[in-house]
Nanobody, 123 residues
């Protein structure tokens, strides 16, 4: 399974950015896909996850109500819409997949990771 994240860049505080993650490999529609982020000098934190079924997303408290994760299995893509950006959202964002199909916020549950994409927020 291979993942590729793109869509990062410079956003303004209060503005929006959308990240996308394309997934390739067999039976990927049965995988749960999550987004994590890592700020300089900090650990990799959970942001959001969407399992394959039931299609109910989970979010970190810090982004709940501002970020929305969606998936399009026909296109093998998971997107993260980030609204109301805050300076503390600035980080490298990673998408990851787990064959467990669970709604997990733990990095140890994810066996497949894409390269990160940088999100910078200007105030």
């Amino acid at each position: 399974v291979q993942l590729q994240a793109f869509g990062g860049g410079l956003g303004q505080a209060g503005g929006s950015l959308t990240l996308s993650c394309t997934i390739s490999g067999r039976a990927t529609s049965s995988y749960a896909v999550g987004w994590f982020r890592q700020a300089p000098g900090k650990g990799r934190d959970f942001v959001a996850v969407i399992p394959w079924s039931p299609n109910v997303a989970g979010y970190a408290d810090s982004v709940k109500g501002r970020f929305t994760i969606t998936r399009d299995d026909a296109k093998n893509t998971v997107s993260l819409r980030m609204n109301s950006l805050q300076p503390e959202d600035e980080a490298v964002y990673y998408c990851a997949a787990t064959s467990k199909g669970i709604r997990s916020s733990s990095t140890s549950d994810y066996g497949y990771w894409g390269r990160g994409t940088q999100v910078t927020v200007s105030s």
